[in-house]
């Protein structure tokens, strides 16, 4: 889609340019290479692989997702994925579609060397960025029990030790997935910017459980019958998050949570985002609302005489205090495990 020149709609993220601040995120969409290809086409600034590991995944039974109110979902997926061969074989047939983005490949290892094997198999299979993704709970270091993304982010130790470990031996820049669910998350974010991570992704984790009225059972399949809430239903818990990151650390930012519409991403850009992951949204409309969403991007620009996003970009930020409101948060507090 052509869009008009009066104003600048790139970005910079991670060491990365940008057409455009929407990035496709993790997910269902890109199980597939040509999924991603898609949304390629339909314009989007970058796109994200669903998140791989070494070998094939099933992911838990389904029903896995289920829709809430609005565009919202819950969904407890297991991190379903084709495994990095067989994804790399079906990537490189989609090689040319892919060219007209920045192609980002997301990974997720148990140990700190399958991190770095899944990083160069993804610099092998072209990706411009790895997307190290320490926020799903179903994965982690089988040795210690509480499982998934809390052993990276309960560990600071660990995680500096991860992001240093993989900042020496892949040339690719870094974009590290993090949760406010597990330990103290702006100190997390401080541990891995001081360890080298290129750009981060608060991700906005909010449980929930749907139950079916008529048995009085959980609706998924998971044992503990929960899921995480993705959609507009986290969007403002998604801004918050890039406001306290942005007064934390000296990096990219990536919004994501709920971002369905140019007003939905202005606030993000507004709060210091760099750029805005967008998933819920395009599972219910598709492709082509990257496209309605860039022109009222440019139109909102237009109309308030922006010529480009730093014009607004952290905007929101001059009318808060410099010290993030969050309880799990202490300024001073540089702790390293």
Same mark, same amino acid.
């Given at each position: ?16 340019? $940008?057409? *455009? %601040?929407? #990035?496709?995120?993790?997910? %269902? ?20 692989? =669903? ?15 289920? +829709? ?5 979902? #819950? *969904? ?13 074989? =079906?990537?490189?047939?989609? &090689?040319? +579609? /892919?060219? /007209? ?18 990083a160069r198999a993804a610099q092998r299979m072209g990706a411009q960025v790895v997307d190290i993704d320490i926020s799903c709970p179903n994965i982690g270091r089988n040795d210690i029990p509480i499982g998934g993304a809390g052993n990276w982010q309960l560990d600071r130790r660990l995680l500096n030790d991860l992001i240093s470990r993989l900042k020496r031996e892949i040339t690719l820049p870094l974009w590290v997935k993090m949760t406010n669910q597990y330990g103290n998350l702006l100190e997390n974010a401080r541990v891995a910017a001081r360890a080298g991570a290129d750009?981060? #992704? ?13 048995? @009085? &059972? ?19 818990? !998604?801004? =918050?998050?890039?406001?306290?990151? &942005? +007064? ?9 949570? @709920? ?12 709060? @210091? ?13 598709? %492709?082509? +609302?990257?496209?309605?969403? /860039? ?12 010529? =480009? /996003? ?6 929101? $930020? ?8 969050? $309880?799990?948060?202490?300024?001073? *507090? *540089?702790?390293? !495990?």
């Amino acid at each position: 889609m052509k869009l008009p020149e009066t104003v600048d709609i790139s970005t910079q993220v991670g060491g990365v340019s $940008l057409a *455009n %601040p929407i #990035i496709l995120a993790s997910g %269902p969409p890109g199980h597939s290479p040509s999924g991603l290809a898609r949304y390629a086409q339909a314009g989007c600034g970058a796109v994200i692989s =669903k998140t791989l590991t070494r070998k094939a995944r099933k992911g838990n039974p389904r029903p896995r997702v289920v +829709r809430i109110a609005g565009d919202s979902l #819950i *969904n407890a997926e297991g991190t379903p994925n084709l495994g990095e061969e067989i994804y790399a074989q =079906k990537l490189a047939r989609e &090689r040319k +579609r /892919l060219a /007209l983005t920045v192609l980002v490949i997301s990974i997720a290892g148990t140990d700190i060397d399958e991190f770095v094997n899944l990083a160069r198999a993804a610099q092998r299979m072209g990706a411009q960025v790895v997307d190290i993704d320490i926020s799903c709970p179903n994965i982690g270091r089988n040795d210690i029990p509480i499982g998934g993304a809390g052993n990276w982010q309960l560990d600071r130790r660990l995680l500096n030790d991860l992001i240093s470990r993989l900042k020496r031996e892949i040339t690719l820049p870094l974009w590290v997935k993090m949760t406010n669910q597990y330990g103290n998350l702006l100190e997390n974010a401080r541990v891995a910017a001081r360890a080298g991570a290129d750009a981060l #992704i608060p991700l906005p984790t909010i449980g929930g459980m749907p139950i079916d009225l008529e048995t @009085g &059972r959980p609706v998924l399949s998971f044992s503990q019958g929960v899921g995480l809430i993705t959609g507009p239903a986290i969007k403002y818990a !998604g801004i =918050k998050l890039v406001a306290d990151l &942005r +007064r934390v650390v000296d990096v990219s930012i990536i919004g994501t949570g @709920g971002c369905s519409s140019a007003e939905d991403l202005v606030q993000y850009i507004m709060a @210091g985002a760099d750029a805005v992951q967008m998933l819920s949204a395009f599972m219910y409309h598709g %492709p082509d +609302r990257v496209g309605k969403i /860039l022109a009222d991007l440019v139109s909102f620009m237009s109309k308030k005489g922006y010529s =480009k /996003l730093d014009d607004f970009r952290g905007l929101t $930020l001059k009318y808060l205090p410099a010290e993030p409101f969050a $309880l799990y948060y202490r300024p001073g *507090n *540089n702790a390293s !495990g």
